[in-house]
């Protein structure tokens, strides 16, 4: 008897701070989006996994955390970082037409549904956890 898809599943991904961090989450969570039949939200879901793990290793000296979570009808992907302080305002568009850095908050604000961030701990590490959400349709 085949196996019926969980209604809800999650996977953490633990990175070290490279920017070469970035590629293999972006690989990983197409992956796992393909497996779990949710390949209409990969290229949004990359772009906003790609922008929040850019900005935990470059903002950060420490190590990283993707966490891909999917409950009925939302996809929430989030990153976990050293860094205790709240990430910077997205910026406005219309301010970034020349600047070569801080578009990253203002794509997630754009192409996610909701985005928010919390202070967070993780292995006796105080940090913070940015996270958004696209709703599978």
């Not at 690989?27 to 900005?55: F, K, P, V, Y």
Request: hydrophobic share 40%; aromatic share 6%; proline share 9%.
């Amino acid at each position: 008897m085949p196996e019926t898809e969980p209604s809800s599943w999650e996977y953490t991904l633990s990175i070290p701070n490279d920017p070469r961090a970035v590629t293999v989450c972006r690989r990983t969570l197409r992956l796992i989006l393909t497996l779990h039949g949710l390949i209409s939200l990969a290229d949004t879901a990359e772009l906003l996994a790609a922008e929040l793990i850019s900005n935990a290793v470059l903002h950060t000296k420490g190590p990283a955390t993707l966490r891909v979570r999917y409950s009925p009808g939302v996809l929430r992907l989030g990153a976990w970082d050293a860094n205790p302080e709240p990430p910077d305002p997205p910026r406005a568009f219309d301010h970034l037409t020349d600047a070569e850095t801080g578009r990253g908050l203002a794509l997630v604000r754009a192409c996610a549904d909701v985005w928010g961030w919390q202070p967070q701990s993780r292995n006796g590490n105080r940090g913070k956890y940015v996270w958004c959400e696209l709703t599978a349709a």
